[in-house]
């Protein structure tokens, strides 16, 4: 009785697709449709009505570090009882973020202990709760609150203190990659300088999912983003593809170190705020551009090379060198449930307004989690890899 509760309701919606900004708004509705009606059947199909009746789920475990596509496989997983402050969750959807790989390969700064699910970030169903949960309900989305919970599988209990509730009137695929890109763009505009409309911001890696984030989410508060990308054989496309999503102005690697760069500051203020997620000469770049007293937050490190300062920055124009976790920023404010709470509901607002959307994503099924893998590592991707449960 309880699942079809659930589905009369899910039927309900209509979700838009947040694949781009391009998209088709009645061919999206279809897709989304079409995508929420298979989720749902399949939970009736499984049975997903009582905790009693979730024995398993399917899920994508690796029991050493390595190669993802050596390590990861695709098991069957007994399920514990739910207990009084525990959930009950089928996961929906779930990004294959470059943390998760690296938690993978075993570089990353947390490391669960193993054997282990792969997956930080995704969305969930609350089929069933504990007679002890306050804070949600059967037919509640939840995504996780901190990183290693472990989302690359069908289903799961979960503590209720271990996810959050989110809005399920917003679409799938942002709700599934809201929980880490756009929460660390939004940090980084909001905590490192007080940018006012007219200001400008510098990128690198503009084109990744936190890179799109920023874009939108600068553009919605009028602030201008100089986006810095590799070039590549599709860069007229990706160029196209950022402005339509607010990006003020799109430029190379090698821009960076031309004389021509200082024509646009006669266009476009010197920003006093950059993001840096590649590190190497491309943050050094970043870090030369940046107007005095600015600063430069560090948040990735995609070409595995040090962040290399200048003294003349340091002296002459007074930069600052920071870094930035959302995961750290998550565990410093654990118990302030206002701050968490009020980042995700101003995103949402963002989302429903058609301001910020999910970035380009590919929706793979979890028994072809090796094409998700294999692609999410390929060079020059801007497309996300989504395993739809």
Known sequence: ???????????????????TTHTNLPTAFAHQRALQCRIVGELSARGYSTAASAKGCAALVYRTHGDPAQVVQLESMNLPSIDEKSVLVKILAAPVNPSDIN?????????????????????A???????????????????PRDA????????????????????????????????VNPCTAFRMLSDFEDLKPGDSVIQNAANSGVGQAVIQIAAARGIQTINVVRDRPDLTQLTDRLKAMGASHV???????????????????????????VGGKSATELLRNL???????TYGGMSKQPVTVPVSALIFKNVK???????QWKRQYAEDEEALHG??????????????????????????FRKALDSAMQPFTSVKQVLIM
């Open 148 to 179: 290693s919970l472990g989302t690359w599988r069908t289903a799961a209990v979960l503590a209720e203190k271990d996810v959050i509730s989110l809005p399920n009137d917003i679409p799938l695929l942002s709700a599934a990659t809201l929980g």
């Open 321 to 327: 060198v920071r870094g930035f976790w959302v995961t």
């Open 343 to 368: 980042m995700l509901e101003e995103l949402c607002v963002m989302i429903r307004q058609g301001k910020l959307s999910a970035p380009a994503c590919s929706e793979v099924g979890l028994t072809d």
């Open 1 to 19: 009785m309880k699942v079809k509760l659930l589905i009369r309701s899910l039927l309900k919606k209509t979700w838009v697709c947040g694949l």
């Open 125 to 143: 169903l609350v089929l069933e709760v504990g007679s002890q949960v306050k804070s949600l309900k059967p037919g509640d989305w939840v995504i």
């Open 103 to 123: 938690m993978i390969q075993g570089t990353y700064a947390i490391l669960p202990e193993l054997p282990a699910v792969g997956g930080n970030e995704g969305v």
């Open 251 to 277: 430029i190379k690697e090698e821009t960076l170190r031309r004389p021509e760069l200082k024509e646009l500051f006669k266009i476009c203020p010197r920003p006093k705020l950059a993001l840096n997620g």
């Open 291 to 297: 107007q005095v007293g600015g600063t430069m937050v």
